[in-house]
């Protein structure tokens, strides 16, 4: 479970977000949206504990991130838009790695479950260096992953992924929500949000316009129409009163 | 459009000047660039601004004055400078490459733009570096002795520079037209050697009368030598070989605005047949130019990682197993020990033992032994010495490598003094073990000089393991220092951005480096107060030194193992409160 209140992020006098409360709780995907410069990624970094916020609590499964950030952190897995690793470690020296970190106790089996599930098991005794994006946001998956985290937060996950590695992705996240997890999703990707978020919330300017299920948000923002897409939503919710018209479908190719 | 490219290096040059500028909000930057500018108007303008009167004051080492050599000193240095630009047309082994970024490339190469109009855009950037280079080279002659108008050295510096710059360009050129006519790298070496054999054939053969080694009168005085230099570089061909060089070196060398004057023209006519000549002589340069620009990007992130020249590192297997039970600092002390490479694993330390203790005992036997035990016991105190300064500024396995995962870092459900400790163990440890093999090589080989006393197997037993014992704690308080700084001063040691250059960040290196050594004496002095405290007490109970002297490194390395265990409690909290974010970008 997710528990945000007041979270305030300042850098000197720019507000990168303010006052943000939300809640999601287990099995439940929250889809961060909001046009560049909202606050999604400094969202994203205070939640999972990279970066303190100025103000405000952020609880992780129960955990206060404040005064127990190891509890929370023991919780959670963050998927940033990059995947970070060690130059120097290979594939299975990261799991080995984590596991050490995470104290995860039987962790052989569940990476070979994991570099099945990712079908990086051949990759195993390779550098990050020889792996390509895809591969690299397999690995830091299964890296996040060893420890069954309660919360994870994922920060434009479909980043260079070919259509492959975003079907594994969309239906890595699926399960993990089936399984119980809380997921909070910070794309542009509206489409992506639209097919595996439960909730959704609108960020502008740091500050939170909307927020709740898919249906509610939509139905605040449809005025009475029907079959409103979540991209239309996302204009009229973050856009000035002037809103750009949707591009004409295109012409069937002779 | 040139105009655009101009443009372009004007733009980004007054951009990172605003960026600068900008960052001196923080004190920590401004409080950098006034001691940068400080350090270097006293070590170096200071010479360079003086003029005559005042430089009179200025007491600085010189080589005195060189006027009475200077027909050798022009021929020197034009024999030197033909030496350089000869390298020019043997080293290189690939195609001609513009030093461009990555950036530059994509977006000038996919741009409607000539080849000679990128040969200009080079040409234009790489003045700055000639302009920074003639600037550094000034003050550097100037400080040693150099005569005359700043100005004019500065110019003169300024031709040669430029001269050198076109000319390896126009080499380079010459060089990837020779590969496409099918010369490989070989065939053209052994040509340019043959050609140069040839040369130096004719020029002894022509001045073969004049050649000669010289006498002891002229060998008992620099005057002396000058002289007998002067008189065999000034007869034969060699004056008239040397003659272009000679051209491109004078201006410098003028000491008046008149005779700089009278230098200018050759010099400048010299320097413009070089630029016609690269203008005239582009070839395809795009691919080698982007192949460089991406090594380069490589090499500088391997670098900041403290991978000196390794663009594409190797698998390499775990120094031991690690189970994922057990203290999370081990898991730091594993990873950073496979970043730091084979040669720090534990056979490789086996073999390195058993290679300085054969040597050791060798050098012991002979009847050299206190000759040799002599060098090998000053070679000893200096390598150490030079470790415990230069260890932590070298081995860079820790916060400074990870720096660019440090978001990984921050998200693991440890407490921050873990991290921290966890990050020093590598570089402590591979320092320790250097300083260990020292110590045993210092046992076995060394000696006092002859006629200087003995100092027998036991004494040198006692300090070594005196040493041995102190050693890791010491450096585990030395490397506390340059990770403090990465947690302060990120932006130092950001992988792949070109922020760690300005008198403000020498400036604060400078102050860390004085920080360091501050930290390290201060530490020093309980540790230092323990163990003779301890050595009092047992020199009054008639212990012999050779067994006070390592009873009293176990209570040092105590007191320094609280110091150090203090010092990663803080950083632990600095890295908790850690956020690159927050750092203005420059």
Not at chain 2, 121 to 140: H, Y
Not at chain 2, 192 to 208: N, P
Request: net charge positive.
């Amino acid at each position: 479970m997710i528990e945000v209140e007041g979270l305030t992020k300042l850098y000197d006098a720019f507000v990168a977000v303010e006052d943000l409360s939300f809640t999601v709780r287990p099995g439940e995907v929250l889809g961060l949206v909001g046009p560049n410069g909202a606050g999604k990624t400094t969202t994203l970094r205070c939640l999972s504990g990279i970066i303190p916020p100025t103000r405000g609590q952020v609880r992780i499964a129960g955990h206060e991130m404040s005064s127990h950030p190891v509890e929370a952190k023991a919780a959670l897995a963050f998927f940033s838009d990059e995947p970070r690793l060690f130059d120097y470690l290979t594939v299975e020296q990261h799991l080995n790695f984590i596991a050490r970190v995470y104290r995860v106790p039987d962790w052989r089996n569940r990476a070979g479950s994991l570099l099945d599930e990712l079908e990086l098991t051949e990759k195993r005794a390779v550098l990050p260096g020889e792996l390509s994006r895809g591969m690299k946001q397999k690995l830091a998956i299964a890296c996040g992953l060893l420890h069954s985290p309660q919360v994870i937060f994922f920060d434009e996950p479909l980043t260079g992924l070919d259509p492959y590695g975003i079907r594994r992705m969309k239906t890595t996240i699926q399960r993990r929500a089936q399984e119980g997890a809380t997921i909070l999703i910070s794309s542009h990707l509206l489409h992506l949000l639209e097919e595996l978020c439960s909730h959704v919330l609108i960020l502008k300017n740091g500050h939170k316009i909307a927020d709740g299920t898919v249906d509610e948000v939509t139905r605040r923002f449809s005025a009475q129409q029907t079959d409103v897409s979540l991209e239309e939503i996302f204009f009229r919710a973050t856009s000035d009163p002037v809103v750009p018209p949707a591009p004409p479908p295109n012409p069937p190719i002779a | 459009m040139i105009s655009a490219l101009f443009y372009l290096q004007a733009c980004s040059g007054w951009n990172r000047i605003l960026a600068r500028v900008r960052r001196l909000k923080k004190p920590k930057y401004l409080v950098g660039l006034l001691f940068g500018g400080v350090y270097f108007y006293f070590f170096l303008f200071r010479y360079g601004a003086a003029g005559s009167h005042s430089r009179s004051r200025v007491t600085v080492p010189t080589f005195g004055d060189l006027s009475a050599y200077a027909g050798a000193i022009e021929l020197l240095a034009a024999l030197v400078l033909m030496m350089f630009l000869l390298s020019g047309w043997i080293l290189p082994h690939e195609r001609a490459a513009l030093a461009f970024s990555e950036s530059e490339a994509v977006f000038l190469f996919s741009a409607p733009i000539s080849r000679r109009t990128l040969v200009h855009f080079k040409l234009l950037k790489s003045q700055v570096g000639i302009l920074v280079t003639t600037l550094f080279m000034f003050v550097i002659s100037n400080r040693f002795g150099a005569r005359g108008s700043p100005w004019l050295n500065i110019a003169g510096w300024w031709i040669i520079l430029a001269t050198i710059n076109l000319h390896f360009l126009g080499a380079s050129f010459v060089l990837t037209r020779l590969l496409d006519a099918g010369w490989g790298n070989r065939r053209r070496r052994l040509a340019i050697f043959g050609v140069l054999a040839i040369a130096a054939g004719a020029i002894l053969y022509v001045a073969r009368d004049s050649l000669r080694l010289p006498s002891e009168a002229e060998v008992s005085s620099p005057r002396a030598f000058a002289n007998y230099l002067q008189a065999i570089l000034g007869a034969g061909p060699a004056p008239w070989l040397l003659y272009p060089f000679r051209l491109i070196i004078r201006p410098y060398l003028s000491r008046e605005a008149a005779t700089f004057l009278s230098a200018l023209g050759p010099a400048l006519l010299v320097l413009v047949l070089h630029y016609v000549w690269v203008i005239r002589s582009t070839v395809a340069f795009e691919e080698a130019t982007l192949a460089m620009a991406q090594k380069r990007a490589k090499l500088l992130t391997a670098a900041r990682h403290g991978q000196l020249g390794i663009i594409n590192p190797k698998a390499r297997r775990g120094p031991f197993n690690l189970n994922s039970t057990g203290p999370a600092p081990t898991a730091f002390l594993w990873k950073n020990l496979i970043a730091a490479g084979n040669l720090f694993r534990t056979r490789s330390v086996v073999i390195m033992l058993i290679v300085l203790v054969t040597v050791g005992f060798s050098t012991g036997m002979g009847s050299m032994r206190n000759g040799m035990g002599a060098v090998i016991g000053v070679l000893v105190a200096i390598s150490f010495l030079w470790s415990v300064m230069l260890g932590p500024l070298i081995l860079r396995y820790d916060f400074r490598s990870d720096l660019r995962s440090m978001d990984a870092l921050k998200l693991y459900p440890l407490a921050g003094w873990r991290v921290v400790l966890g990050e020093l163990l590598a570089p402590v440890l591979v320092l320790s073990v250097i300083q260990w093999l020292l110590l045993v090589f210092g046992v076995i080989g060394a000696r006092l000089p002859p006629g200087a006393g003995s100092f027998g197997f036991q004494e040198r037993l006692a300090v070594a393991c005196g040493l041995a014992l102190v050693a890791p704690m010491l450096n585990l308080v030395s490397f506390l220092i340059p990770n403090a700084t990465v947690l302060l001063f990120p932006t130092w040691f950001q992988p792949g951005q070109d922020q760690t250059q300005g008198i403000e960040v020498t400036g604060q290196r400078l102050i860390f480096g004085l920080g360091q050594f501050a930290v390290f004496l201060v530490a020093l002095v309980p540790a230092g107060i323990a163990a003779g405290i301890v050595v009092f007490i047992l020199g009054q109970l008639t212990m012999p030194w050779t067994i006070a002297v390592p009873v009293a490194a176990v209570p040092a390395a105590l007191v320094l193992g609280l110091e150090a265990a203090a010092g990663i409690a803080l950083l632990g909290r600095i890295f908790e409160k850690f956020d690159l974010s927050s750092e203005p970008p420059a």
